[in-house]
């Protein structure tokens, strides 16, 4: 089962960095991340969202190789895969991967301006080497569907870090 988590950032960059230091920790199989998304507020309130799988290009990319292998059934591979990359990035730009957008867009619309927040879909991890390596950042629990107790290791791990006297502060 995978679990939820929300995390609002004083500033624009630092979700990233967290999301970054989330990748590593998942190349050394510290925890299974299906998604993460950063979500951005700018200077005039609109909410951005920076998906780390990209549903346009991997869905093109498909696209052109079925219609590139249908086309050769047809004897015109090239026009096949010309229409298999269309509708393909069409079929990726409305594809909604991992978590849903309109929900993270509601709760960065909760945002203060030039803030970010960085949301994370994961199944299982190991919490006792990455809380402390997230804690670093600090940051506010906007949202969480994790267990009430590894939830207040969360918080503990966030009030730790750099980020506590700006605590509350993006939201």
Same mark, same amino acid.
């Given at each position: 089962?995978?679990?939820?988590?929300? +995390?609002?950032?004083?500033?624009?960059?630092?979700?990233?960095?967290?999301r970054?230091?989330?990748?590593?920790?998942?190349?050394?199989?510290?925890?299974?991340?299906?998604?993460?998304?950063?979500?951005?507020?700018?200077?005039?309130?609109?909410v951005?969202?920076?998906?780390?799988v990209?549903?346009?290009? *991997?869905?093109?990319?498909n =696209?052109?190789?079925?219609?590139?292998? +249908?086309?050769? /059934? #047809?004897?015109n591979?090239?026009?096949?895969?010309?229409?298999?990359?269309a @509708? =393909?990035a +069409?079929?990726?730009?409305?594809?909604?991967?991992? +978590?849903?957008?309109? #929900? *993270?867009?509601?709760? =960065?619309?909760?945002l203060?301006?030039n803030?970010?927040?960085?949301?994370?879909l994961?199944?299982?991890?190991?919490?006792?080497?990455?809380?402390?390596?997230?804690g670093?950042?600090?940051?506010?629990?906007?949202?969480? @569907?994790?267990?009430?107790?590894t939830?207040?290791?969360?918080?503990?791990? /966030? @009030? @730790?870090?750099?980020?506590?006297e700006?605590?509350?502060?993006a939201?």
């Amino acid at each position: 089962m995978a679990t939820l988590v929300a +995390i609002a950032y004083p500033d624009k960059d630092k979700a990233k960095e967290v999301r970054n230091v989330l990748t590593h920790l998942q190349k050394q199989y510290l925890v299974d991340l299906v998604d993460a998304v950063v979500v951005t507020r700018d200077d005039k309130g609109k909410v951005h969202l920076d998906q780390a799988v990209p549903l346009t290009g *991997m869905s093109a990319a498909n =696209g052109a190789l079925w219609g590139m292998l +249908i086309g050769l /059934l #047809f004897f015109n591979p090239l026009l096949g895969a010309a229409v298999g990359a269309a @509708s =393909g990035a +069409i079929a990726g730009k409305f594809s909604d991967y991992g +978590i849903e957008d309109n #929900f *993270m867009r509601s709760l =960065g619309e909760k945002l203060k301006p030039n803030t970010s927040a960085l949301f994370v879909l994961a199944r299982g991890g190991v919490p006792e080497r990455v809380l402390p390596e997230v804690g670093k950042y600090g940051g506010t629990v906007l949202h969480t @569907s994790l267990p009430p107790e590894t939830e207040e290791q969360l918080r503990a791990a /966030l @009030s @730790s870090g750099p980020e506590q006297e700006a605590k509350g502060t993006a939201v």
